[in-house]
């Protein structure tokens, strides 16, 4: 009986893949998502691909073999002045495969894999290219702006407050979509950048925005570029929906405790990637006992200031509009989970509600929902200034210099660097004179 069950099995087996053989799939276009270091390449295609991809050299070329394929209409070609590639060609290969080749301008590295259909798209194979020579491979903090020369004078050795704000979604993953057909990967792009323009307007601190155009990024490269921007706060912004389209309002998160504490536990199963860690300490060095406490110390700072930024953010989103949830929510979402980046997502109202469809759309509203955003954080490191920064630098208290003082000593009264007294003050030495006003920054 079971004998006979697994040859009817492997019979059926051996059936349905002789079927998905006979039946050539369609390869039926081509979209491209550009990256700063990496283009993505998108065949619609009717079912799991069967496909080979290899590199030839003298010209550089890339070749993508689809096994028993046909092409339904012609490719669309990269832009003219696309980095990675000129021409795309294809033709019949093997009588029954498709070829398609690829003629490009820079060393590559190529990386292909099949995605399952979902709401937006069909089967599909994917094909991400990454540039070689890139230097923005690296996503080192240096390349990330250079917009704010003006301010930079101010605030010479006043270090910035950098914020990371993470428009969701991108490039092939589109996100919710309106009943009008808005996607939010637009809209909230369109949200981060209004509110990345006011950070930079502001003196003393200086956004990073973490997607800088249609592409998608994975969730813990999101986290990465935060990390090497050396940000002090990352903002997820996105737009929610729900099958009923009554349902309205913004929503602001921070990470639940079993989301936090799994990838805790992770980052510290992998010694490497918890070495840049917890303000300098390098884990690394450190026995697993101190680690785990150094790794919930740092967690729960980081806990604490999310959770105080994403309050004042979501007041501010009461007072431009309906809030889906009074409280602060708490959930396991990916990009929440750095232990050592304070992190809040905002939804910041349901693409899904035509009403909101259509605020979403404002540019009015787009700039109210990323000026209650931008206050919140302000607020925030204003009234908590990291050390050094311009905030902390003039949030200062007063100190008038008497006999015998010395600066060392006046910095441990306050609890400060002698360092940061210096900055705040532009002293060249330790020299202080009696009656001099200081300036005493906070923190
Ligand atoms: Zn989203």
Do not use: C
């Not at 028993?68 to 033709?91: E, G, I, M």
């Not at 998160?253 to 504490?261: E, L, M, N, P, Y």
């Not at 450190?286 to 729960?300: F, G, H, P, R």
């Amino acid at each position: 009986m079971l004998k006979n069950k697994k040859i009817l099995i492997t019979l059926g087996l051996l059936l349905l893949s002789l079927s998905v053989y006979a039946q050539p799939i369609s390869v039926n276009s081509l979209r491209y998502w550009t990256a700063p270091d990496h283009t993505r390449m998108v065949f619609d295609v009717t079912n799991t691909a069967t496909h080979q991809i290899f590199l030839i050299d003298k010209p550089a070329r890339l070749v993508i073999d689809f096994h028993n394929a046909k092409l339904k209409s012609l490719l669309k070609q990269p832009p003219k002045d696309h980095p990675l590639f000129s021409r795309v060609r294809s033709a019949t290969h093997n009588k029954k495969g498709l070829r398609v080749v690829v003629d490009l301008k820079a060393e590559v590295n190529p990386k292909s894999f099949s995605l399952n259909p979902n709401k937006t798209y069909g089967h599909r194979l994917v094909i991400d290219l990454y540039d070689k020579t890139s230097k923005s491979n690296k996503y080192s903090a240096k390349a990330v702006d250079s917009s704010k020369q003006v301010t930079k004078s101010v605030t010479s050795k006043a270090r910035d407050i950098v914020i990371a704000i993470d428009p969701g979604h991108g490039g092939e993953d589109p996100g919710a979509h309106g009943p009008r057909g808005t996607k939010e990967k637009k809209v909230v792009f369109d949200i981060s950048k209004r509110l990345a323009a006011l950070i930079n307007k502001k003196p003393g601190m200086k956004a990073v925005l973490v997607r800088k155009g249609d592409y998608y990024i994975k969730l813990r490269k999101r986290m990465e570029i935060a990390r090497a921007a050396k940000a002090q706060l990352f903002v997820s912004i996105h737009a929610d929906a729900f099958k009923n389209p009554k349902v309205k309002g913004a929503s602001v998160f921070t990470v639940s405790k079993r989301g936090a504490s799994s990838e805790a536990a992770r980052w510290l199963a992998q010694h490497e990637n918890a070495a840049d860690l917890v303000g300098g300490v390098k884990l690394a060095d450190k026995e697993d006992m101190v680690a785990t406490v150094l790794m919930d110390l740092s967690q729960k700072n980081t806990k604490e200031v999310s959770r105080n930024i994403a309050g004042r953010v979501l007041r501010n989103f009461k007072n431009i509009g309906h809030l889906h949830s009074q409280n602060v929510q708490k959930a396991g979402f990916m990009v929440l989970k750095s232990p050592d980046i304070p992190s809040i997502l905002v939804e910041t109202a349901f693409i899904s509600n035509p009403d909101e469809e259509r605020k979403l759309r404002s540019a009015k509203h787009q700039q109210k929902m990323a000026r209650a955003i931008f206050k919140g954080v302000v607020d925030y490191f204003k009234q908590y200034p990291p050390p050094n920064t311009y905030f902390a630098l003039n949030n200062a208290n007063k100190h008038i210099i008497s006999r015998g003082e010395t600066l060392s000593g006046i910095a441990d009264q306050y609890g400060v660097s002698m360092r940061s007294i210096k900055i705040a003050n532009a002293l060249a030495s330790n020299k202080i004179q009696i009656g001099q006003v200081l300036k005493i920054p906070r923190g």
